[in-house]
């Protein structure tokens, strides 16, 4: 493995949600109270995502633009939240769950994601689904490294 | 109304990621993050299933506000999986990102194309 490689943020986690290795093994807030947040924070999330796609409908065959925006804003948010929770905010035991785990996870969704590509293919639309699967993964994947990235300098300042 | 029964499935679904991710998590001593790839699988077969029921007319609209789009969406992500990704990359090597990725896309895609041979199946 290229175990040379520097790792820019090694005091960032891997699992933004649960990651056993990085996360204290005391915890002040309790489970109780995580998961009321989660769940409070999960509905905000599906509420917003069920509102943009009932304001911009995809009608059947075409490309699924609402879906991939939630989930690629989604992800450049979580890019700006993990920097700063791990760097700036490191007291606040509740505001990763919040906004993190609840309100984004809630927010973003993957099965949308795999049902869209199941209905074009199906709706005979190969193009399209291949399409948006891979604009999906690499718009995902350059917003979270774009905004972590930014996030670090600027906190590094 | 509706977004009443978005918030009654996204309340369950949302806490039902973060308990199984922490379970699958505590099983493997690996950063590969099964647990976010084991709640994206299961939330797209149920998503699958509910969509193929949705088409055969099987299920209310109801139904589908509030196991579709409220707890299979707040059940999978997509914002932790990008994350966790980004951070595979920096820090465990290319190699288990872009592993991330396809077992990611291969698995949620099998599973949501279950569902709806499973709803077919059911419901011809």
Partial sequence: ?157 | MSVLLVIAGAVIGAPLRYLTDRAVQKRHDSAFPWGTISVNVVGSLILGVVAGASTASALPHQVQLVVGTGLCGALTTYSTFSYETLRLYEDGGRFLAVANVAVSIVAGLGSVFLGVAISQAIWP
């Fill in chain 1, 1 to 157: 493995m290229q175990h040379e490689r520097t790792d820019p943020a090694p005091w960032e986690p891997v699992d933004p949600d649960v990651d056993l290795r990085h996360d204290r093994p005391v915890r002040r807030t309790g489970d109780t109270a995580v998961l009321t947040v989660i769940a409070a924070g999960g509905a905000i999330g599906a509420v917003a995502r069920y509102l943009v796609g009932q304001a911009w409908p995809t009608p059947t065959g075409s490309f699924p633009w609402a879906t991939l925006v939630i989930n690629v804003v989604g992800c450049g948010l979580i890019g700006i939240l993990m920097v700063v929770v791990s760097e700036v905010l490191t007291q606040q035991r509740l505001i990763r769950p919040f906004l993190g785990t609840g309100v984004l996870g809630g927010f973003t969704t993957f099965s949308t994601y795999a049902l869209d590509i199941q209905q074009l293919i199906a709706n005979r639309h190969p193009g399209t689904a291949l399409l948006y699967l891979g604009a999906t993964v690499a718009g995902a994947l350059i917003a979270v490294w774009a905004t972590a990235t930014t996030t670090r300098a600027l906190v590094a300042r």
